[in-house]
């Protein structure tokens, strides 16, 4: 075989597809960097519409919170209103008073109860894909 129907490579000519090793690394490092600024734009975003939706579900629950609160304070008076009917007013609001502390402190410990079972808000999809972006990383390396 001649040398004519080899490829010939002139001095500081590579083979095509033979590329340096500072030149992968460079580009390895720089899709790594691109890579990493996507998913923080990503929890950016995901932890973005948490917050509104935590927002909205807040204000909401005030409101409901507000208007449930007015109807109790009518329930109270009527139901001291119709003790008193039986029992003087005075011992009227007492058992109303008991029976409403007795509620409240029920309620507290079942709210403290799904308070601590709550998951931490976290952006778990950006997480998720983090972790599966470094197991491809590693995996590639070691090829």
């Given at each position: 075989m001649s040398s004519s129907t080899q490829p010939h490579h002139g001095p500081g000519q590579q083979a095509p597809g033979s590329e340096p090793v500072s030149e992968l690394v460079q580009r390895a490092s720089q899709q790594l960097s691109e890579l990493v600024r996507g998913e923080l734009r990503l929890a950016q975003m995901e932890m973005k519409e948490k917050g509104k939706r935590y927002g909205k579900g807040g204000g909401l629950f005030g409101g409901a919170g507000l208007v449930g609160f007015?109807?109790?304070?009518?329930?109270?008076?009527?139901?001291?209103?119709?003790?008193?009917?039986?029992?003087?007013?005075?011992?009227?609001?007492?058992?109303?008073?008991?029976?409403?502390?007795?509620?409240?402190?029920?309620?507290?410990?079942?709210?403290?109860?799904?308070?601590?079972?709550?998951?931490?808000?976290?952006?778990?999809?950006?997480?998720?894909?983090?972790?599966?972006?470094?197991?491809?990383?590693?995996?590639?390396?070691?090829?």
């Open positions: 007015l109807m109790l304070e009518a329930l109270v008076a009527t139901v001291i209103a119709a003790l008193a009917v039986a029992l003087p007013v005075w011992a009227a609001a007492l058992i109303v008073t008991a029976v409403l502390g007795l509620v409240a402190a029920v309620m507290a410990l079942t709210g403290k109860k799904e308070v601590s079972r709550a998951a931490p808000p976290a952006p778990q999809q950006t997480i998720e894909n983090v972790k599966a972006d470094m197991a491809e990383i590693k995996e590639s390396a070691h090829r």
